[in-house]
Nanobody
């Protein structure tokens, strides 16, 4: 089993920045990809960005050029640097980690972008 603990959410003004972190523990050596998803009120959960163990990244068009995903494999931690935040980025952000057999989710962290 993999446990994920997210941190770094909060309230920020439009144009501001936040950095999310997600630390994996447990059977973390089996993780193949990690990533971030988000869910806004009344909307479905959507992909934000993912990163594989060998460093390949993928991100949603809506965040390209503003958000950067990175990871520290030795620490089993993934980061999401979010710059130029917009009100439409407001959502609960969930960390995800995939092993060959299962997907694991964190509890979520709230990001609110508001003036």
């Amino acid at each position: 089993q993999v446990q994920l603990v997210e941190s770094g959410g909060g309230l920020v003004h439009p144009g501001g920045s936040l950095r999310l972190s997600c630390a994996a523990s447990g059977s973390a050596s089996g993780i193949r990809t990690m990533g971030w998803y988000r869910q806004a009120p009344g909307k479905q959960r959507e992909l934000v960005a993912t990163i594989s163990r060998d460093g390949k990244t993928n991100s949603a068009d809506s965040v390209k050029g503003r958000f950067t995903i990175s990871s520290d494999n030795a620490a089993n931690t993934v980061y999401l640097q979010m710059n130029s935040l917009k009100p439409e980025d407001t959502a609960v952000y969930y960390c995800n980690a995939n092993t060959p057999s299962k997907g694991h989710w964190g509890q979520g962290t709230q990001v609110t972008v508001s003036a």
